[in-house]
C-alpha cells in the first residue's frame, strides 16, 4: 500500500481534491463553536460490492488501529475506537498534537506502520505494540469532527478535510501526516486502486457530515476480499513443501462452525514451520465443524482444535460459501475465534443519499412507498434518519414477514422520534394506513378492527407512519381462540450481570427440554432474553397462560434468590422476572426483526441454542447490522420452529400445577 504522499504523482488520470484549496471563510460563517464532548464515538464506513455513483473522494484504507485525538486546554489524549486511553502508550505522538497549539479539538485517524515500500504492515505493527515500541508509527489523519473550539461535523467533509490540512500545515513531526484523497469515476475507481497498488480504499461522499455510526456517506469498497477466518486443520504436505499443504478455514454460523474452503499461498518457510508447531498442540480426532465434510473434502485433513484466528485475502466468496483464488496474510492474536463471522458487503441501491446540510428533501419513495420528512431523525443517538427506518423494513421484508403473517399486529409509535410522545396503536381506529389489512372487526367485539402486515408495502407504511416497533398476538387470526405458541419473557432487574440472563436462560431451556418441549431464542432487543414454543392448536387462552405461567411458578421455587414469577419492580430486585403474562388474549410481543424504540435502535433477533454462549447483551444487534446477520446466516437458527408441540397431562404434573377446569 502506497504512502498517501505520492498519490497524485503515481496517478496522473485522477485529480487532487480540489477543494482542499478553497479558502476558509465558510467554515467561519457555518461552524458553530462548542463545548467539547467527553466521548466520541466515530463514523464508520459500510462495505459495498461496487463504487456507488455520485460525486466522491477516495482515500487509503489503512491496516492499522482507528485513533481518535481530544485536544482540550492544550491537553491530548488518545482513543482507539473503543473508547480506551492509549495516551501514554503512545506518549511521542501525543507531544506532536501538542506542538500543533491547536484549540479543543477531536481529529481521526489510523494508526500504522509503514514497511520499506510504504505500505502499512498490521502484523508488524502489533508486533510493535506488543514490545513498546512506538517510535516509528505513523497518525494518519484524515477528518476534523471539532477543530479549535468549533463543532464541525455539520460541514461537508471536503471542508471539514481542508481545514485540517490548513491545520496541520507547519507540523514538523514525522509521526503525524494528513492522508490524502484523490478522485476516480464509478467505472474507473478499480484501475485507479490498482495503479496505486490499492487493495481497499475508503469513499467520502462530497458534501456529507460527519456521523458517530455506520454511515452509507462513508463506504469501504475492497478491491480484493479480506477477513479473518477460524483455522479448523490442515493438510499434508506435498512435494518439496514442509510443515503443512493447506489450512482448512471456518466462520461461525448458527449451527456452528461453517467449512469456508482451504488457502495454502501467502506463506513463508518460517511461517510454515512456526504455524504448523503451534497446529500440532492443537491436534484432535473429530471435526470441530457443525456439519461434516464430503469423502473428498475431509480426505488426508488433521483436525485441530477452533483457537487459531487467521487472516486472509481472496477473490470472491463461490455459490457454495467457499473463498476462491486464497492467500494467507496473517495470524490474528486479538480476535476470538467465538466472534468470527463471513461479512457482507452491502449492493449498492438506488435509494436517496443521507440528507445534507441545505439539502433536505421532502419525500422520497422506498419501494414505491412515499416517505414524507425522511430526513427527520428518529434516535439521535445513532443518528438514524426515517427514510433508514423505511429502507431497513423494505430489506428485512423477507425475514420479518413470516413472522408476522395472518398475526394481529400492534404498532409502537414515535411520529417526532423515539424521544418524544410515543403511543401504541392495537386497532384501526386512530388512523387507516395504507397497505395495512384491516381483520374482521368481530374478531375483537367491542373494539375498532384489529391489523395485519402481510406485505413490504404495509411495513414500509407503517415506518411511513412513524412506526418502529411491530407486536403480535401469540394466535393467528384465522383461529384466533387457539394460541399456536406462547413466550416466556425474561425480564432482568437492570442491576444485574449479563450472565445471569444467561445461566436463567439455560435453565428455562433445560426445564422446557425435560418437559419435552422445544423452545426457539431471540434477543429482546431491550435488556432480555424471549423464548418461543410452538404449540399445536389444541388450548385456549387461558389454559396456555397458564401453562406459562406454571413454568414460571416452577422456575421460582426452583430458585427463588434468582427468580421470580411476580410482576413489579420491587418483586424483581436482584432477580429476573419470567413474564408469562404476554400469552394473554389480546397481548402481544415484540416480532423478530422488528426495531426497537431505545437509543441506538437495536433490533429482536432470532439465535440459535448454540450462539447463547457467546451472546455479549440484548442488543448485539440495532437497524445496521441485524441485516447483515441475516444475510450472512448459513443455516435458519430456528430450524424446526414449524414442529408443532402439545401440552400433556404429563407436563403438568411435572410443574405440580393444575390444567384450569380440572377438579381435584
Same mark, same amino acid.
Given at each position: 500500500?502506497?504512502?498517501?504522499?505520492?498519490?497524485?504523482?503515481?496517478?496522473?488520470?485522477?485529480?487532487?481534491?480540489?477543494?482542499?484549496?478553497?479558502? &476558509?471563510?465558510?467554515?467561519?460563517?457555518?461552524?458553530?463553536?462548542?463545548?467539547?464532548?467527553?466521548?466520541?464515538?466515530?463514523?464508520?464506513?459500510?462495505?459495498?460490492?461496487?463504487?456507488?455513483?455520485?460525486?466522491?473522494?477516495?482515500?487509503?484504507?489503512?491496516?492499522?488501529?482507528?485513533?481518535?485525538?481530544?485536544?482540550?486546554?492544550?491537553?491530548?489524549?488518545?482513543?482507539?475506537?473503543?473508547?480506551?486511553?492509549?495516551?501514554?502508550?503512545?506518549?511521542?505522538h501525543a507531544d506532536a498534537l501538542a506542538a500543533l497549539n491547536l484549540g479543543d479539538s477531536w481529529l481521526d485517524g489510523d494508526l500504522v506502520l509503514l514497511d520499506d515500500t510504504g505500505q502499512s504492515d498490521l502484523a508488524a505493527l502489533r508486533q510493535a505494540f506488543?514490545?513498546?515500541?512506538?517510535?516509528?508509527?505513523?497518525?494518519?489523519?484524515?477528518?476534523?469532527?471539532?477543530?479549535?473550539?468549533?463543532?464541525?461535523?455539520?460541514?461537508?467533509?471536503?471542508?471539514?478535510?481542508?481545514?485540517?490540512?490548513?491545520?496541520?500545515?507547519?507540523?514538523?513531526?514525522?509521526?503525524?501526516?494528513?492522508?490524502?484523497?484523490?478522485?476516480?469515476?464509478?467505472?474507473?475507481?478499480?484501475?485507479?486502486?490498482?495503479?496505486?497498488?490499492?487493495?481497499?480504499?475508503?469513499?467520502?461522499?462530497?458534501?456529507?457530515?460527519?456521523?458517530?455510526?455506520?454511515?452509507?456517506?462513508?463506504?469501504?469498497?475492497?478491491?480484493?476480499?479480506?477477513?479473518?477466518?477460524?483455522?479448523?486443520?490442515?493438510?499434508?504436505?506435498?512435494?518439496?513443501?514442509?510443515?503443512?499443504?493447506?489450512?482448512?478455514?471456518?466462520? !461461525?454460523?448458527?449451527?456452528?462452525?461453517?467449512?469456508?474452503?482451504?488457502?495454502?499461498?501467502?506463506?513463508?518457510?518460517?511461517?510454515?514451520?512456526?504455524?504448523?508447531?503451534?497446529?500440532?498442540?492443537?491436534?484432535?480426532?473429530?471435526?470441530?465443524?457443525?456439519?461434516?465434510?464430503?469423502? /473428498?473434502?475431509?480426505?488426508?485433513?488433521?483436525?485441530?482444535?477452533?483457537?487459531?484466528?487467521?487472516?486472509?485475502?481472496?477473490?470472491?466468496?463461490?455459490?457454495?460459501?467457499?473463498?476462491?483464488?486464497?492467500?494467507?496474510?496473517?495470524?490474528?492474536?486479538?480476535?476470538?475465534? /467465538?466472534?468470527?463471522?463471513?461479512?457482507?458487503?452491502?449492493?449498492?441501491?438506488?435509494?436517496?443519499?443521507?440528507?445534507?446540510?441545505?439539502?433536505?428533501?421532502?419525500?422520497?419513495?422506498?419501494?414505491?412507498?412515499?416517505?414524507?420528512?425522511?430526513?427527520?431523525?428518529?434516535?439521535?443517538?445513532?443518528?438514524?434518519?426515517?427514510?433508514?427506518?423505511?429502507?431497513?423494513?423494505?430489506?428485512?421484508?423477507?425475514?420479518?414477514?413470516?413472522?408476522?403473517?395472518?398475526?394481529?399486529?400492534?404498532?409502537?409509535?414515535?411520529?417526532?422520534?423515539?424521544?418524544?410522545?410515543?403511543?401504541?396503536?392495537?386497532?384501526?381506529?386512530?388512523?387507516?394506513?395504507?397497505?395495512?389489512?384491516?381483520?374482521?372487526?368481530?374478531? &375483537?367485539?367491542?373494539?375498532?378492527?384489529?391489523?395485519?402486515?402481510?406485505?413490504?408495502?404495509?411495513?414500509?407504511?407503517?415506518?411511513?407512519?412513524g412506526t418502529v416497533e411491530l407486536h403480535t398476538w401469540t394466535a393467528t387470526h384465522d383461529r384466533i381462540e387457539t394460541p399456536d405458541l406462547f413466550v416466556l419473557d425474561l425480564d432482568p432487574d437492570p442491576s444485574l450481570p449479563w450472565s445471569a440472563m444467561l445461566?436463567?436462560?439455560?435453565?428455562?431451556?433445560?426445564?422446557l427440554d425435560e418437559l419435552g418441549l422445544q423452545g426457539f431464542l431471540k434477543t429482546s432487543g431491550g435488556k432480555g432474553m424471549h423464548i418461543i414454543v410452538p404449540l399445536a392448536r389444541s388450548e385456549g387462552w387461558d389454559t396456555t397462560k397458564a401453562f406459562a405461567?406454571? #413454568?414460571?411458578?416452577?422456575?421460582?421455587?426452583?430458585?427463588?434468590?434468582?427468580?421470580?414469577?411476580?410482576?413489579?419492580?420491587?418483586?424483581?430486585?436482584?432477580? #429476573?422476572?419470567?413474564?408469562?403474562?404476554? !400469552?394473554?388474549?389480546?397481548?402481544?410481543?415484540?416480532?423478530?426483526?422488528?426495531?426497537?424504540?431505545?437509543?441506538?435502535?437495536?433490533?429482536?433477533?432470532?439465535?440459535?441454542?448454540?450462539?447463547?454462549?457467546?451472546?455479549?447483551?440484548?442488543?448485539?444487534?440495532?437497524?445496521?447490522?441485524?441485516?447483515?446477520?441475516?444475510?450472512?446466516?448459513?443455516?435458519?437458527?430456528?430450524?424446526?420452529?414449524?414442529?408443532?408441540?402439545?401440552?400433556?397431562?404429563?407436563?403438568?404434573?411435572?410443574?405440580?400445577?393444575?390444567?384450569?377446569?380440572?377438579?381435584?
Open positions: 500500500m502506497v504512502m498517501a504522499e505520492n498519490e497524485h504523482a503515481r496517478l496522473p488520470d485522477t485529480e487532487p481534491d480540489e477543494t482542499m484549496a478553497r479558502p &476558509d471563510n465558510r467554515l467561519d460563517r457555518i461552524a458553530v463553536p462548542a463545548r467539547l464532548p467527553e466521548r466520541l464515538s466515530p463514523q464508520l464506513a459500510t462495505p459495498v460490492e461496487e463504487p456507488p455513483p455520485g460525486e466522491w473522494r477516495y482515500e487509503v484504507k489503512f491496516d492499522g488501529y482507528r485513533l481518535l485525538a481530544r485536544i482540550r486546554g492544550g491537553e491530548v489524549r488518545l482513543f482507539n475506537r473503543n473508547h480506551q486511553d492509549w495516551t501514554e502508550r503512545l506518549q511521542l506488543e514490545i513498546g515500541r512506538t517510535v516509528d508509527m505513523v497518525y494518519f489523519l484524515f477528518d476534523a469532527p471539532f477543530l479549535n473550539g468549533k463543532d464541525l461535523r455539520m460541514l461537508a467533509v471536503e471542508e471539514r478535510r481542508a481545514a485540517l490540512k490548513k491545520a496541520l500545515a507547519n507540523n514538523a513531526s514525522k509521526r503525524l501526516r494528513f492522508s490524502e484523497a484523490f478522485s476516480a469515476s464509478q467505472d474507473e475507481i478499480f484501475e485507479s486502486a490498482a495503479a496505486l497498488s490499492l487493495d481497499r480504499v475508503i469513499g467520502k461522499r462530497l458534501g456529507s457530515p460527519y456521523v458517530s455510526r455506520r454511515s452509507t456517506d462513508w463506504i469501504k469498497l475492497k478491491c480484493r476480499l479480506r477477513q479473518a477466518f477460524v483455522i479448523v486443520g490442515f493438510t499434508r504436505p506435498k512435494g518439496t513443501r514442509s510443515g503443512f499443504g493447506a489450512l482448512l478455514l471456518a466462520v !461461525n454460523g448458527p449451527a456452528g462452525l461453517v467449512y469456508a474452503g482451504r488457502v495454502g499461498t501467502g506463506l513463508t518457510r518460517s511461517q510454515l514451520k512456526q504455524l504448523h508447531e503451534q497446529l500440532q498442540r492443537h491436534e484432535r480426532d473429530a471435526s470441530p465443524l457443525g456439519k461434516p465434510l464430503n469423502a /473428498s473434502q475431509g480426505r488426508g485433513v488433521q483436525w485441530v482444535e477452533p483457537t487459531l484466528v487467521c487472516e486472509v485475502e481472496f477473490a470472491e466468496w463461490t455459490r457454495g460459501g467457499l473463498v476462491r483464488q486464497a492467500a494467507f496474510l496473517d495470524l490474528l492474536t486479538d480476535t476470538p475465534a /467465538s466472534k468470527v463471522v463471513r461479512e457482507q458487503a452491502l449492493p449498492i441501491k438506488a435509494t436517496a443519499p443521507e440528507s445534507k446540510r441545505g439539502g433536505r428533501k421532502r419525500s422520497v419513495e422506498v419501494s414505491g412507498v412515499k416517505i414524507t420528512h425522511p430526513e427527520r431523525v428518529i434516535d439521535s443517538v445513532s443518528g438514524v434518519e426515517k427514510v433508514e427506518l423505511a429502507q431497513y423494513y423494505a430489506d428485512i421484508a423477507s425475514w420479518i414477514l413470516p413472522h408476522l403473517k395472518l398475526r394481529p399486529v400492534a404498532l409502537l409509535r414515535a411520529p417526532d422520534g423515539i424521544g418524544e410522545e410515543q403511543f401504541f396503536q392495537k386497532h384501526a381506529d386512530r388512523l387507516e394506513i395504507p397497505h395495512i389489512k384491516q381483520l374482521d372487526p368481530q374478531l &375483537d367485539p367491542g373494539h375498532a378492527a384489529l391489523m395485519e402486515i402481510d406485505s413490504a408495502q404495509a411495513l414500509i407504511s407503517a415506518a411511513q407512519m445461566d436463567v436462560t439455560r435453565m428455562t431451556l433445560s426445564l405461567k406454571a #413454568i414460571s411458578q416452577f422456575m421460582t421455587r426452583q430458585m427463588p434468590q434468582r427468580v421470580t414469577a411476580t410482576m413489579g419492580p420491587k418483586n424483581r430486585v436482584g432477580k #429476573i422476572f419470567i413474564d408469562y403474562l404476554r !400469552n394473554a388474549r389480546g397481548a402481544s410481543t415484540v416480532a423478530a426483526y422488528s426495531v426497537r424504540a431505545r437509543p441506538g435502535l437495536p433490533v429482536s433477533v432470532p439465535i440459535a441454542r448454540v450462539e447463547l454462549d457467546g451472546l455479549r447483551n440484548a442488543q448485539q444487534w440495532d437497524i445496521h447490522t441485524a441485516l447483515e446477520r441475516a444475510r450472512g446466516l448459513g443455516a435458519d437458527p430456528w430450524s424446526g420452529y414449524n414442529h408443532r408441540q402439545r401440552i400433556t397431562a404429563r407436563m403438568w404434573e411435572q410443574l405440580e400445577a393444575e390444567k384450569p377446569g380440572i377438579e381435584t
